[in-house]
């Protein structure tokens, strides 16, 4: 079993910077791909950013592309997203979901059950 935990949430102005983080325990050993998604209320899930485990290849969505940058620890059971120049659209609950499968080409295609998923942390961004 793999464990995310999820913090850092919380409410901020448009413009405005969050840090989440997000610890993995459990079996972590062949975790391939780290991935972040969000669902903001009425809205399906989205990818938003994705990292290769132990590497620096990094994917990220065209809505997020630019503003934030997922990163991982020292302790490589630990993942950062780092959220810079927040809209209000951005305004979700964000989960951290590291997967066995690969990052390359499509990370966030995977089925719901190839992912380990977290419980949440929730982002809100006020105009």
């Known amino acids: 079993q793999v464990h995310p935990v999820e913090s850092g949430g919380g409410s901020v102005q448009a413009g405005g910077s969050l840090r989440l983080s997000c610890v993995i325990s459990g079996n972590t050993f062949g975790l391939f791909c780290l991935t972040w998604f969000r669902q903001a209320t009425g809205k399906e899930r989205e990818g938003v950013a994705a990292l290769v485990a132990g590497g620096n290849r990094t994917y990220y969505s065209d809505s997020v592309k630019g503003r934030f940058t997922i990163s991982q620890g020292n302790a490589k059971n630990t993942l950062y997203l780092q959220m810079n120049s927040l809209k209000p659209e951005d305004t979700a609950m964000y989960y951290c979901?590291?997967?066995?499968?690969?990052?390359?080409?499509?990370?966030?295609?995977?089925?719901?059950?190839?992912?380990?998923w977290g419980q949440g942390t929730q982002v809100t961004v006020s105009s």
């Open positions: 979901a590291p997967t066995f499968r690969a990052c390359a080409v499509a990370p966030f295609s995977y089925g719901t059950n190839s992912y380990h």
